[in-house]
């Protein structure tokens, strides 16, 4: 019996990495017929949460990597300044932000997508940045400064390309047309911002109650002594 469990486990193993690549290399499928590629995507169950999650810790990867290794010439970084996690925060909290006020404002108005959806369909448009990103890292070290302005080049390909994704999954996923597509990027890109007053406001008043006990347990502190 143990040896029938051992094969059926090996078999699901096998079978979820199959899967996983499959799932993965779907993106280069994607990157390049993004509407078809994000409606099946989504509709036709073609990606997998473990490609997405994949996708994005490979970003993040890449983006402490070209801090790292860019040619001095091109970026000169001061790590005595830079902290790591605050960099893989430039990221993260830019992608949750955009999914949840994303998935809250096309909900209102029929949008499809669910809050997974828009998460993996945001990862998805993510892999023209480390697929363009980590071999201008190595190319870095082999350009001249007067040859770094093609660095920037294609550096800037690698955003636009990933926000005409992002545009292209967002259509696909709610089923919009092109201008009520353009209507919610607005209005996500709003709402993101008045998301990030309120949770600064928070933070601060938090932060200035907890202060305020402190100082007011010094003060009993102080005066039973």
Known sequence: MSYITRKLNKLRQKETYVHFWQTLKYAFYVIWHPADGFWDLIHAKRG??????FIVILSLLTHVWKLQFTNFVIMNVNWNRIN??????????????????????????????????IYMGTAYAMTPYPLIQLPLIIASNFVTREEASFYWVFSDISFVWVGILLFMAM????????????????????????????????????????AYFISLGREVIFRLN
């Open 84 to 117: 790591i996690f605050m960099e893989m925060a430039t990221i993260i909290l830019p992608l949750a932000i955009f999914c949840i006020c994303n998935w809250g404002v096309t909900t209102l108005f029929d949008g499809k997508g669910h809050l997974g959806d």
């Open 48 to 53: 997998s949460y473990a490609a997405a999650n």
């Open 171 to 210: 259509m696909m996923i709610h089923a919009y047309g092109f201008g009520k597509t353009l209507l919610f990027t607005i209005f996500t890109a709003f709402g993101m911002l008045v998301f990030v007053f309120i949770m600064l406001l928070f933070f601060s008043m938090i932060s200035q109650g907890i």
